[in-house]
């Protein structure tokens, strides 16, 4: 049952599109029109809409920008849907709505359901919503990887689950490969690094500094280079607030505060104010008894000593030493200190580290050497499936003697994994290396299809290939470029009979030059410039009746009004008909 269908597009300034609506529906749909009059346009719009390469070429001359607009109708629930609404975009009654622009510039835009998102959003939808196959796609095919790839995709849990565990197992085996060999290959620095940081610990434990200690001792070297004058300073403050011993008549603040304090008394009962003032006389008095007292009590402590200034100095110097190579103060001293003796218990500790490692690396190699044995014979129990079904569907494409085949193989590497006695090569998805092998007729010997395959060979082992995918992992919508390339005749039919079985589970569309292949589609698009070379609104038709029967003809024999061309358009609509 389909789950999503691509309903329509609209394309505007994309090659030699002007402005176009395609209406697509369920089934097969051809797309069919002279050479150069933009069918292809069709798949690279759709390309585009699942976050293709946007290339400024294909922006229409005298245009500023190409916009490509679709609608698919994906029921709520599905995957696309979901993941759609996760990045804010909004389903319009069950039709998400996606829309590509390209400037002329390069630059690119995409929204989906009205919410501008990343290109690359697209490129997520496009994996649940359509598979889209044109010339470059049959290339791919010839790639090891993509081979790989389409195993694996049919394989399906039997191979997705020891792989996802192989990966994790895989990226922690590189991780523990990376940090051994920064270990070991830096080795020499980390020894140097640990003899200086040993120097900077042995030196600073031998002055033991105090954090503050620097401040203190500026302090006391400011105070002992200046005892003469602080205690004259003192000395003479001290006679001014309490008088002089040796000039008894001398005048001083203590005396005169406490005068002024005995006057305020006498009248204090008869104003408030003037009492709260004596109050405040009489606190002054206090303070400058006290101060008065601090003041003889520093001048009598307070000497000169020269030895402990040259002390002081010395110790000064020490830490000022240590603060030019470890911090700009003795805090940050200690704080480098403190740092040091943690990375220098790492560094030493490195020889037990690397054992560890080392220990846990061989653990998950074998783990690993484990996961890929799994992955292998998964493999190699899917591949004979999937080849088996694949030259099945060959028989039904004209290929009755071609038989597919896999072949799985892996290098030998020293620093490998070992599989059943050997070390071999390993990478993010196993150890195996996967190559599709083709024999297009018996007697022939199984070879690479990117040499054993024509050009019309290799589009239907495309087809077969996605055929068979279509009943193990089928996508909602199929587009084909050139899937007819190179054939024709009786091979040209049954591609379109089996493009007409695909399309009983899936939506297709299929751009085509083969009037045998177009015979099959329930719907039929014709795309048709207009006098300037451009395709407009009405560039692109839906054919029915006589108007269908008149492009098979041209197809056929380029004679839109050649009876034999019509008798043979009309036997092949009939014959596709009755295959239905």
Known sequence: MVVSVLEEMRIRSLGVIDDAVVELSPGFTAVTGETGAGK???????????????????????AKSAVVEGRIAVPSGASAAVRAEEAGAELDDGTL???RTVSAE???????????????LLSELADDLVAVHGQTDQQGLLRPARQRAALDR?????????LAEYTTAYRRLRALTAELDELTTRARERAQEADLLRFGLDEIAGAEPRAGEDAELAAEAERLGHAEALASAASAAHAALAGDPEDPEGVDATTLVAGAGRALDAVRSHDPALAALADRMGEISILLADVSGELAGYADR??????RLA???ERRAALTALTRKYGQDIAAVVAWAEEGAARLAELDGDDDRIGGL??????????????????TDARTEAADRFAAAVTEELASLAMPHARVSF??????????VDLDGRTVAYGPHGVDEVELLLAPHPGAPPRPIAKGASGGELSRVMLAVEVVFAGTDPVPTYLFDEVDAGVGGKAAVEIGRRLAKLARSAQVVVVTHLPQVAAFADRQLLVEKTNDGSVTRSGVTVLEGEDRVRELSRMLAGQEDSETARAHAEELLASARSDG
């Open 40 to 62: 292809t346009m069709v798949v690279t719009s759709l390309g585009l809409l699942l976050g293709g390469r946007a290339d400024p070429a294909l922006v229409r001359i005298g």
């Open 97 to 99: 709505l996606i829309s």
């Open 106 to 120: 390069g630059r690119s835009r995409a929204h989906v359901g009205g919410r501008s998102v990343p290109v690359g």
């Open 154 to 162: 049919y394989a399906g849990a039997a191979v997705s689950r020891p």
């Open 302 to 307: 307070l000497e000169a000593d020269p030895r």
């Open 311 to 313: 002390a002081v100095e």
């Open 358 to 375: 080392t220990a846990e690396r061989d653990t998950v190699r074998a783990e690993l050497a484990g996961l890929a044995r799994r992955l």
């Open 407 to 416: 072949a799985l193989r892996q290098q030998d590497d020293p620093d490998g």
